[in-house]
């Protein structure tokens, strides 16, 4: 029987350690080919490349392992690997990180990861997007490799059925304190911003984007509580953004015509 | 009683048609601020940006209203807005577009204009998306105006209750044919992507996005069908991604141990 194929991407770029840490645990299961920007593409969120073209190389990053680097965003990488690289074979599953870094609750519709992960879920593919609560370099990515193991064997051996994307954060604690893997819902925290302002040597202001997570969802059945409290937090997600309760509340809407708020 | 604050932004940049089209209706409505790019983003999805810094130049593009340019994403431009040019002033409404394309079904996963909406609804402003269906530079946005300002009224007018952001696509069909506006979920649809291989002077590949809409969802209550029948569809949408059912469906994934399906 021939082992099943598994696509590799991520944001944090190709040499990142995140993705070296999660090849290595593919490669124990499956094929792998690997397709990844060839630069840091954190905050990428669903953006995709149009108005320039992508540039795809072949390279050897990985030993033995297939691996090609791309100009372009993650969601890029997945449309080049299942399209130019790949000439749609069948995907057997699409993983996508290490992240370096949170993508719980709101961080993933920020996340280049998570949306990497989504767009192979557009297109069938059972897809995770793995992610450690450590934003440095020097991450371990140790203590989580035999739970993501797990997952992509489970995921390799059961349909999911009605999600095919799950967002897997992983607390940073060290081997041995990881107390499971819990089934949540997104926390509903946000950013709230604070910018940085700088004058350059015109005088001219600009702007650098920071913030701080700010989390008022305590609820235990959200992935932000079960990070807090040792657990592997897996959220199944999904692409239609439709607000199904909403969509009987505001019924009335129907019958605004082009004129009723109109004063002419 | 002052005049509410509306804010405007867009993703195909501060001198599109289309945004001034929306400046338009919206001056008739409030007090007007725009911070729009002031480069093309279409397709920028929710993508920030982390690794540069952010340029914000105040502008006259449009007559006796403030306006403010910017040199990232559109969900930059809400964040910069928000913070910098309203100084935490309360928005009442934003509003993002007009879209020249369609953002109905999957398109608001890519979409500048509509995550920019997202991103001012994440921050609790009452937001709506609009694209009109035709990609020119020379669309005629004449016929979508009286319905615009109906909604934008109806927005300022009522609370939004569950969802804070409505994804309003408008046909491109003449004046007095469209026939009126239909509450939908988000079809089910995708893109089916063709790569356009090119080589550069030095015989190097590259390649251009390319694809077409396919929509194998073809029930009625879909935004893509009421598109079709001559209707504007709104789209009642949100952040959380969490698939619900998944996650009842899938508890059985909490007993996987880290050593369920490791052979060692």
Redesign the interface.
Known sequence: MSRPLILVTNDDGIVAPGIRALVEVAAELGEVVVVAPDS?Q??????????D????KHVKVFPDIEAWECS??P??CV??A???VLKDRQIDLCVSGINHGSNAS?N???SGTL?AA?EAS??GIKSIGFSLLDYSFEANFEPGK??I???M??AL?NP????K?L?VNIPNIPDGD?R???????A?A?WV???L??RDPSN??????TGKFVNKDLAEDTDVWALEHGYIS??????????????K???G??Q???????KH
Chains 1, 2 share one sequence.
Request: aromatic residues 10%; glycine residues 6%; charged residues 20%.
């Open positions: 840091p954190s905050g990428k969120g669903h953006a995709i490349t149009i108005h073209p992508i540039r795809l372009g965003t969601v890029d449309k080049l299942k399209h130019i709101i993933i519709i920020y949306s989504m557009l297109e035999p739970w193991k797990a997952l064997q489970y051996d999911f059925h009605e999600s994307l967002n990881i499971g893997l819990r089934l949540c819902r997104q509903d946000r911003e604070e910018f302002e700088a001219q202001p600009y702007y650098w984007l897996v959220v199944p997600s999904m692409h239609d953004l439709t607000h199904y309760a909403a969509l509340s505001m019924q809407i129907e605004l015509g082009a004129g009723a708020y109109l």
